[in-house]
Each structure stands twice: as structure tokens, then as C-alpha cells.
């Protein structure tokens, strides 16, 4: 995953701007920053996103095939039973 800036110096001079004190706003500036790059690690691409989903609609597709092949050979002999009776 690519790495995204964070400009903590930039954030803290505009926390001490609207009134934070200097140690106020390079503290917040800092958790900020940390919460910043914990979601941005979290984070999935589209293109992940899209295979892992790929994936899972192949297994889905192959359990109800699964399930009308089980499904036809239960009901075909018994309606064949039936039917020549």
C-alpha cells in the first residue's frame, strides 16, 4: 500500500493558530497523525476488494451447481419411479 503524508507540523501550526497552546497542538498533531496511518493501513484497494469478491462469487457459483446436480439426482429417480407406477 502506498504511504500517504501527513504534515504534522502544518496541522500543528494551524491548531496554535485558532488558540491551541504550542504543546496542545503538536500533541493533538501527533495523534492525528497516528490515527491518520492506522486507517490508512486498514484500508483495502478496489482491485483487492474486487478479486476477493471474485473469489467468492466463484464458490457461491459452484455450490448451487453442487446443489442442483445433488438436487436432480435425488428427484429425477424418484419422479421416474413414480411416473412408471
Do not use: H
Amino acid at each position: 500500500m502506498s504511504a500517504v503524508a501527513f504534515d504534522t507540523l502544518k496541522c500543528a501550526r494551524r491548531l496554535k493558530a485558532v488558540g491551541f497552546t504550542q504543546e496542545q497542538a503538536e500533541t493533538q498533531a501527533e495523534v492525528m497523525a497516528e490515527a491518520f496511518v492506522s486507517n490508512v493501513e486498514t484500508l483495502v484497494t478496489k482491485d483487492y476488494l474486487d478479486a476477493r469478491l471474485a473469489v467468492t462469487d466463484g464458490k457461491i457459483r459452484l455450490l448451487f451447481w453442487g446443489q442442483g446436480v445433488i438436487f436432480a439426482a435425488i428427484i429425477i429417480p424418484t419422479l421416474r419411479d413414480l411416473l412408471i407406477i
